[in-house]
C-alpha cells in the first residue's frame, strides 16, 4: 500500500468527543435531548413566542376549549381558563418559571455540594464524619416535610419553597463529588501532581475536577428531574408558587376547579411538565449509558 | 452483631435526642409564642388554668433549659397539646393519621415490590432485546410522571368517567368502624360489625386509586434498580464462572444471580423510602386521605403551628427509626459491608 | 372470580339507612344564635333544633312549629304562644332529658340572648349577631311564663316583621333542663358544642374540617320520615363536591358552583333545583375610613367596574343584576332608583377631581369562601383589580381563612370588600337593618361601616305600619338614599341551586336560610 502521508493520521477523539459520540448513536436520548432544547428556548424567548400576557384577563373568553375541540377558536390554540386567560401563554411562561427554576436551583446546589464534597473528600476524621452523618439525616427527610418547617418559619412563597428543595438537591451531590475524590486520590497521577508539591485546593481545582465533568453533568440531569417535580409539586399544594402565578404545579392546582367542565386545563400544563422531565430523563440516562460504553472501551 | 446493636441504638439515641431538641427549637422559630405553639392553648388560658391551679405542664416563667424538661416530660407522657384550630388533642389526632399514611404507603409498596421485581429480573435476562426496550421505556415514563397529575388523570378516568371507584377518604362515612390500630383493613376484621363483607369492600374500593398512584411511580423505580443491579451481578465474573462449569441459566439464576442481584438492591430500596413518603403525602391531599401529609398540609393552610410542631416530630421519629433500622438490618445480614453504598436509579 | 371481584368492587351500592351532604365547611358551633353564617345555620338549626314558629317552605308563610297557637293583642305589642306538648329533647350519652319540652326552654333560649345577665349569656363569647343587629334584645321587654305550656312575650312597641324573626333560623330552642345539668358540672361551654335540641337528628360526631355525623332522633314530635343516619362530609372545595356527587360519594350537595350548573343539567341521575335567590351580593366600601367616606369617590369608584361583565364571568348568568339591596321578588323593590352606570372616563374624571391622583392604592377584601351570592370573591377580586388599573388605582387583594378575615373585618382593618348577605326570612326589614344600620356595625354585619342618621329613621318608621304599601314608602325612600349614597355597590342577586341525586326524596331549597334533612328520604 502506498504512502502518501507522511504521518499516519490517527485520529484520537477526546473522551468528551467519545461520549458525545456514543451519545449520537441513541436515537431516543438524541430526541430527549432536541425537547430538551426547545424547552431551553422556550425559558429563554418566551416573551416573543407566547401569544399573550399569561395574566391577561378576557371576561368576554371564559373556559374557551382548545381550537382541535368543535368549539374551540383559532385565537386560543390551547383554549382559556376560568378568567380567560390563554393557557398557551400560560403553560409556555410557566415552562419557564418551572424549568428556570429548577435549573436555577440544580446549579446552586450544585455549587455548594461539590464544594462540602470536596471539603469532605479532601479531610478525614471528624469533620468529615459529621458532616456525613449531618447529610444522610437530610437526606432521609421527604423534601416535602423540609419545605413544611420552612414555610411554617418564613410564610408561604416561591423562594422559601426553593430553600427547601436546594437543601433537598445538595446532598446527592456532596456525596457524589466526595466519593470520585476519594477514589481520585489513590491514582497516581494525582500522586504526582501531589509529589510536584500541589497543595490540597490545587490538587482539586486542577487536577480531579477536570475529570468530574461529566459524571456532574450526570448527576445534574438526575437532578434536575427532581427539582422539577418539586417545584412543582410545592406549586401544586400551594406552598410554593402562589396563585395567579403560571408556574406548572400551580396552573395544574387552579385547573382543578375548573377540571371536570375544562379538564384541557388540567391536561396541557400537566403534559408540559410531563414532556419536560421525560426528556430531562431520557437526556440523563442517555449520557449515563454513553459513558459507561466509553469506560468499557 | 452485640456490637452493631449496641452502636446502632446509641445512634438512634443520640438523633432522637437531636430530633427533640430541634422540635422544641422549632416552637422558638415560629412565628408566636413558644409557650402557645407547645400546649396549643392561648396565654391568657393557660393563665386561667394556672389560676384555677391546674398543672398546665410549663412554667410560662421558666428558662430555656427548664422550658425543655417540661417539654420533654410532656412529650413522655402523652400530652402533645392541642391543635390551634381544632382544640383536639394532637397526640390523638396523630395516632389516628399516622396509622393511615403508613398503611397506604405500605400497600403500594408491597404492590410496587410484586410487580417491580420479576420486571426487573425480565429486563435484566432479556437486556438489549425488545422485552428490556419495552420496560425501559415504560419505566422512564413511569418515574417522569408527576404524581400529583397522575392521580389526577386516574379521578378523571376512573371515578368521574366511569364512576367505578370513589375519589376520596378511606371508607364511606356511613360506616361506622371503631378505631382501634388505625390500619382500616385490620380494623374492620377485627370489628364485629354485622355487614363486614360490604364495609371490607368499601375500603378496597377507596384504596385502588391512591394505591394505584402511588405504586405506578415506585414500580418504575424498583424495577430499575433491580435491572441494573442484575446486569451487573450477570456481568460478574463468579457468573461467568458458573456458565463455564456449565450450569444452565435457570440454574445460575437460582444458585447464584438472585441472591447477589437482591443484596445491593435492598439498601438502594431503602433510600427510596423518602420518595415513597413524599409521594405519599401529595397523593393523600388529593384523594383527601386522612393520613398524617394531608393533615400537615391542612395545618399548614391553617397557620396551626403547635399541630405543625408536633406532626414533625411524630413523622420525623418515624422515619429516622425505620431508616436506621433497616440500615441496622442490613448490617447484620451483611456485616461485610462497611456503610450503605449510595448510587443512582 | 375475578370478573365477580372486580364487579363487586366497582358497582357502587349505596346504603338506603343514610344521607351524605357534602358541606362546604365546618360550623363554628352548633347553635345558630351565635353565627349567622350558613355553613353553621345548615348544620344547626333545622337538624338539631326546631323553632317556636315556621316559615312554610313552598308558600314562605308564617306556620306553628313548637308553638300551636299564637294570639297578637289589638296594640300589637303582646304575643301569647301555645306551647306544643309531649315534644321530646334528644337523649345523648353524657344527658338524658327527664321531661318533656315546655315554657322554661323557651325562656332560656331567649333569655340567653335577650339579657347580658343571663349566666349562659358571655358562654361562647356573648354575641348574638343576628338578634343583635335586629335590636331584638332592646325590642322585647319581657318573656313571661304564664303557665307550663302558654308563653307571653311583651314588646317595648310595635314591630310588623316580629313573627317572622321568630322563624328564622336563628330563634331556636335549647334545653334549659340540659344547660342547669351543664351549670351543676361546671361544664356551661359544652352547650354549644355538645348540643341538645329537639330536631330530626342528633349528633353524634363531629371532627373539624372531616365530618359531622347525625343520628335519628327517635322521638321526634313531627312524623316526617328519618334515615338512621345524615353525615355532612365537609367538602371545602366545589369542583371537588361536584365530583363526589357524580361518583355517588355524596347525595346532595351545598352550592353548586355556577359554572358547573351545566354539567349536572346533563347527567341522568342528578336533579338540579333552582329558586330565585333572597341575597345580595356587593362590594361595600368601609365608610369610617377616608378617603372612602366621600360619596362621590364611592360614586366613582363604582362606575369604573363593569358589574355586567362580572356577573357574566362569575355568575355564568345564573344571576341578575342588582339596584336596590333587596331583590325584584321583593315588595319593597323599585326599579327607578339612580343608576350607576360603567363609564371609566367619567370615573377618572371624578377622582382627579375629589383628590385621588394616580398610583393611589386600596385593597379589595375577597371573602376565602364560595356563597350563592358571591361564588367566587377571588375571582371577582381579581377583575375589579384589572378595572381599577385603568382609572389608575392599584389594587391589593387581600383575603385569610375565613374565621380570621371575618374577625378582622368587624376591626373595619379593609378598605373595600366583597361579600354579601342572605335573607333568613321574606321581610325586606332582614336586608336594610342588618346591613346598614348603625346597631349593624357592632354585631358586626355592616361592612360599610355606614351610620347614617336619617337611614335609621327612615328603616325604623318603616317597622311602625303593618300595611306593606305604607311600608314601602319608607323603603323606597331609604334606597333613594342608598342609590346616591352608596355606602355599598349592590352586584348581583343569584340565583339559589341545590344539586341532589335521584335516588334522594324530599329535598326543598328553603328560600329563607338553612338546608333541611326532616323528611328527606333515600330510595
Avoid at chain 2, 420486571?119 to 420496560?135: E, M, Q, V, W
Avoid at chain 2, 378516568?157 to 377518604?169: C, E, K, R
Avoid at chain 3, 361546671?186 to 329537639?198: H, Y
Amino acid at each position: 500500500m502506498a504512502r502518501f502521508n507522511l504521518y499516519q493520521e490517527e485520529q484520537h477523539p477526546s473522551p468528551l468527543q467519545y461520549t458525545w459520540l456514543e451519545f449520537q448513536k441513541n436515537h431516543i436520548a438524541m430526541g430527549g435531548l432536541v425537547c430538551l432544547v426547545l424547552f431551553i428556548l422556550i425559558t429563554v424567548f418566551c416573551p416573543l413566542i407566547a401569544p399573550f400576557d399569561p395574566n391577561l384577563q378576557k371576561t368576554g373568553n371564559i373556559l374557551v376549549p382548545p381550537s382541535w375541540d368543535a368549539n374551540g377558536g383559532i385565537t386560543h390554540i390551547f383554549g382559556t381558563d376560568g378568567l380567560g386567560r390563554d393557557i398557551l401563554s400560560r403553560v409556555l411562561y410557566g415552562c419557564r418559571m418551572t424549568f428556570g427554576i429548577s435549573i436555577l436551583l440544580v446549579i446552586f446546589a450544585l455549587l455548594v455540594g461539590v464544594g462540602l464534597g470536596a471539603i469532605a473528600g479532601m479531610s478525614k476524621g471528624f469533620r468529615s464524619s459529621f458532616l456525613n452523618h449531618t447529610l444522610d439525616s437530610v437526606q432521609a427527610i421527604p423534601t416535602i416535610l423540609i419545605a413544611i418547617i420552612i414555610i411554617a418559619i418564613l410564610g408561604t412563597g416561591l423562594v422559601n419553597s426553593m430553600w427547601a428543595i436546594v437543601l433537598a438537591l445538595i446532598p446527592q451531590f456532596v456525596h457524589q463529588t466526595r466519593d470520585f475524590v476519594r477514589s481520585e486520590l489513590s491514582k497516581e497521577y494525582v500522586m504526582a501532581a501531589r509529589l510536584d508539591g500541589a497543595s490540597k485546593i490545587q490538587l482539586f481545582a486542577r487536577s480531579i475536577l477536570p475529570n468530574m465533568g461529566e459524571t456532574l453533568v450526570m448527576q445534574a440531569t438526575l437532578a434536575l428531574s427532581i427539582s422539577i417535580l418539586d417545584v412543582s409539586a410545592l406549586g401544586f399544594l400551594n406552598l410554593g408558587a402562589q396563585a395567579p402565578s403560571s408556574e406548572l404545579g400551580a396552573l395544574l392546582s387552579q385547573g382543578i376547579e375548573v377540571a371536570y367542565i375544562a379538564p384541557w386545563n388540567i391536561a396541557l400544563p400537566g403534559g408540559a411538565l410531563f414532556l419536560m422531565v421525560v426528556s430531562v430523563n431520557i437526556v440523563g440516562d442517555g449520557l449515563r449509558s454513553a459513558l459507561k460504553n466509553r469506560l468499557l472501551h | 452483631m452485640l456490637n452493631i446493636l449496641l452502636r446502632y441504638t446509641n445512634l438512634i439515641i443520640i438523633t432522637l435526642f437531636i430530633l427533640s431538641l430541634l422540635s422544641f427549637a422549632l416552637a422558638y422559630l415560629f412565628p408566636g409564642d413558644p409557650i402557645e405553639i407547645m400546649t396549643g392553648l392561648k396565654l391568657e388560658e393557660l393563665q386561667k388554668l394556672q389560676n384555677q391551679s391546674v398543672n398546665i405542664g410549663y412554667d410560662p416563667e421558666g428558662g430555656v433549659l427548664s422550658q425543655y424538661g417540661h417539654y420533654m416530660s410532656e412529650l413522655f407522657s402523652g400530652n402533645w397539646g392541642v391543635s390551634f384550630s381544632s382544640g383536639q388533642p394532637l397526640y390523638e389526632e396523630i395516632m389516628q393519621s399516622l396509622p393511615a399514611s403508613i398503611e397506604l404507603s405500605a400497600y403500594a409498596l408491597t404492590i410496587s415490590l410484586i410487580l417491580g421485581l420479576p420486571l426487573g429480573f425480565i429486563a435484566a435476562l432479556r437486556h438489549h432485546k425488545l422485552p428490556d426496550y419495552t420496560l425501559l421505556s415504560f419505566s422512564v415514563v413511569g418515574y417522569s410522571i408527576p404524581v400529583f397529575w397522575l392521580a389526577l388523570i386516574l379521578i378523571l378516568v376512573f371515578s368521574l368517567h366511569f364512576g367505578w371507584l370513589p375519589l376520596s377518604g378511606r371508607l364511606s362515612l356511613i360506616f361506622d368502624v371503631p378505631n382501634k390500630t388505625g390500619f382500616i383493613l385490620i380494623d374492620i376484621l377485627m370489628s364485629d360489625i354485622d355487614n363486614k363483607h360490604a364495609v371490607l369492600l368499601d375500603a378496597l374500593r377507596h384504596l385502588i386509586l391512591p394505591t394505584l398512584s402511588i405504586a405506578i411511580v415506585t414500580t418504575t423505580l424498583i424495577l430499575r434498580i433491580t435491572r441494573r443491579s442484575v446486569i451487573e451481578t450477570l456481568n460478574s465474573e463468579f457468573i461467568q464462572a458458573a456458565y463455564a462449569r456449565g450450569l444452565t441459566t435457570r440454574q445460575v439464576l437460582v444458585r447464584h444471580g438472585i441472591r447477589n442481584a437482591l443484596i445491593p438492591i435492598l439498601p438502594l430500596l431503602a433510600m427510596q423510602f423518602p420518595t415513597l413518603l413524599t409521594n405519599a403525602m401529595i397523593v393523600e391531599t388529593i384523594f383527601s386521605w386522612p393520613g398524617i401529609g394531608s393533615w400537615l398540609i391542612q395545618a399548614i393552610y391553617q397557620q396551626d403551628y403547635s399541630a405543625i410542631q408536633a406532626g414533625m416530630l411524630a413523622v420525623s421519629v418515624f422515619v429516622v427509626l425505620f431508616t436506621m433500622s433497616i440500615d441496622m438490618l442490613l448490617r447484620l445480614t451483611d456485616p461485610k459491608r462497611k456503610k450503605v453504598e449510595r448510587g443512582t436509579i | 372470580m375475578t370478573l365477580y371481584a372486580c364487579d363487586a368492587l366497582i358497582t357502587s351500592k349505596t346504603d338506603p339507612n343514610g344521607i351524605v351532604y357534602c358541606s362546604e365547611g365546618s360550623p363554628s358551633s352548633f347553635n345558630p344564635q351565635l353565627d349567622t353564617f350558613g355553613t353553621t345555620v345548615d348544620a344547626s338549626s333545622h337538624q338539631l333544633y326546631d323553632r317556636l314558629l315556621d316559615f312554610d317552605q313552598t308558600s314562605g308563610e308564617i306556620v306553628p312549629a313548637l308553638a300551636t297557637s299564637w294570639i297578637i293583642s289589638s296594640d300589637g305589642k303582646t304575643y301569647t304562644f301555645q306551647l306544643r306538648k309531649k315534644v321530646a329533647f334528644h337523649n345523648i350519652s353524657t344527658f338524658t332529658p327527664s321531661r318533656y319540652f315546655n315554657a322554661d326552654d323557651v325562656l332560656f333560649s331567649f333569655n340567653r340572648w335577650r339579657l347580658s345577665t343571663h349566666p349562659y349569656h358571655q358562654v361562647s363569647g356573648g354575641r348574638y349577631p343576628y338578634t343583635d343587629s335586629l335590636n331584638l334584645n332592646k325590642l322585647i321587654k319581657s318573656v313571661k311564663r304564664l303557665n307550663g305550656y302558654r308563653v307571653e312575650i311583651t314588646l317595648q312597641k310595635r314591630e310588623s316583621s316580629f313573627l317572622a324573626n321568630l322563624a328564622t333560623d336563628f330563634a331556636i330552642i335549647l334545653s334549659a333542663e340540659y344547660a342547669e345539668t351543664l351549670t351543676a358540672r361546671n361544664q356551661k361551654q359544652l352547650i354549644d358544642s355538645v348540643p341538645v335540641g329537639t330536631g330530626p337528628y342528633k349528633l353524634s360526631d363531629f371532627r373539624q374540617d372531616q365530618y359531622i355525623k347525625y343520628s335519628k332522633h327517635p322521638e321526634y314530635w313531627r312524623s316526617d320520615k328519618l334515615t338512621d343516619k345524615l353525615i355532612f362530609d365537609i367538602t371545602p372545595s366545589s369542583s371537588l363536591r361536584l365530583a363526589k356527587l357524580i361518583t355517588g360519594e355524596c347525595d346532595a350537595i351545598a352550592l353548586p358552583a355556577h359554572s358547573e350548573l351545566e354539567v349536572v343539567r346533563q347527567q341522568d341521575n342528578l336533579v338540579l333545583d333552582e329558586e330565585p335567590g333572597q341575597n345580595i351580593g356587593f362590594w361595600a366600601f368601609n365608610t369610617s375610613r377616608p378617603p372612602f367616606d366621600n360619596p362621590a369617590i364611592r360614586r366613582a369608584l363604582s362606575m369604573a367596574v363593569d358589574r355586567n361583565a362580572l356577573l357574566e364571568a362569575i355568575y355564568f348568568d345564573s344571576a341578575i343584576a342588582a339596584q336596590n339591596i333587596v331583590p325584584p321578588t321583593s315588595w319593597a323593590f323599585q326599579p327607578d332608583v339612580k343608576k350607576v352606570n360603567f363609564n371609566p372616563t367619567a370615573a377618572k374624571k371624578m377622582l382627579r377631581e375629589n383628590g385621588i391622583e394616580d398610583g393611589f392604592s386600596m385593597t379589595v377584601w375577597a371573602m376565602p369562601v364560595k356563597r350563592s351570592y358571591n361564588p367566587n370573591a377571588m375571582k371577582m377580586a381579581e377583575l375589579i383589580k384589572g378595572y381599577l388599573q385603568d382609572v389608575g388605582i392599584q389594587v391589593n387583594i387581600v383575603s385569610y381563612k375565613w374565621s380570621i378575615f371575618r374577625e378582622k373585618l368587624s376591626q373595619g382593618l379593609h378598605d373595600s370588600v366583597l361579600i354579601g348577605w342572605s335573607a333568613d326570612n321574606g321581610d325586606p326589614d332582614n336586608f336594610y337593618r342588618p346591613l346598614l344600620s348603625c346597631a349593624a356595625i357592632e354585631s358586626g354585619t355592616n361592612r360599610a361601616m355606614w351610620c347614617f342618621e336619617k337611614y335609621d329613621q327612615l328603616i325604623n318608621e318603616a317597622l311602625d305600619y303593618s300595611d306593606t304599601q305604607e311600608r314601602a314608602y319608607f323603603y323606597g325612600q331609604a334606597n333613594e338614599l342608598l342609590a346616591e349614597q352608596l355606602p355599598l355597590l349592590p352586584i348581583a342577586h343569584a340565583s339559589k341551586y341545590q344539586a341532589h341525586r335521584k335516588e334522594l326524596n324530599g329535598l326543598v331549597i328553603n328560600p329563607y336560610g338553612g338546608i333541611r334533612f326532616g323528611g328527606v328520604t333515600k330510595n
